[in-house]
């Protein structure tokens, strides 16, 4: 299988939420009760950070770096079907996508600001941009061919802020990062 196209555990859609909470009662111990395997493209729920191989912690922040960063773009409604019958005299409310993305952009302002102007550029260009390991090293130093040290090196990087961002949002217990190791950046561009 291809590096972005993984086996990932969602909850079983064919069973009801009480059928899962039954059978987590009958076997507390199994992580998988409920659970069924989905072959899932990565590229489409985290982007650029696909190719980083992260911990499911750091997918998940970087999944809803994604998220936000979708939900909170200006103008970003969602598509609305102006032809569908309105069910029980209603339509479609424009406001509530305004509303939405408030909250989307109160949540990205501070993680913005939790990340740090710098460090939120670098994980937008990976996350958003698509940005590939090689190409970051290459952005943020300027190195024409970076070497496998170099780029290992970047990774890291990358992976640390995911986690320091899966901290921020308590997908993660795992204490704070003491300092992110941050390679030089390029400042005659």
């Not at 009760?33 to 997918?59: C, P, W």
Request: hydrophobic share 40%; aromatic share 6%; glycine share 10%.
């Amino acid at each position: 299988m291809s590096g972005d196209i993984q086996i990932r555990m969602v909850q079983d859609p064919s069973i009801s939420d009480a059928q899962f909470w039954h059978d987590r009662e009958q076997r507390p111990d199994d992580p998988y009760v409920g659970m069924v395997g989905v072959a899932m493209n990565l590229k489409t729920v985290v982007g650029g950070f696909a190719r980083y191989s992260g911990d499911e912690h750091q997918i998940m922040a970087a999944a809803k770096f994604k998220r936000l960063h979708e939900l909170s773009q200006i103008g970003g409604a969602r598509a609305c079907d102006m032809e569908r019958e309105p069910v029980d005299g209603g339509g479609t409310n424009p406001e509530a996508t305004f509303e939405i993305g408030a909250d989307a952009r109160k949540q990205f302002v501070a993680m913005q600001a939790h990340l740090g102007k710098e460090m939120f550029k670098r994980f937008e260009r990976v996350v958003i941009g698509g940005v590939g390991p090689t190409a970051y090293v290459r952005m943020i130093t300027g190195l024409h061919k970076p070497n496998t040290a170099q780029v290992a090196k970047g990774k890291r990087e990358v992976r640390r802020i995911a986690n320091n961002l899966a901290v921020f949002w308590g997908l993660s217990t795992r204490p704070k990062p003491v300092g992110i190791n941050r390679m030089p950046v390029d400042r005659s561009a």
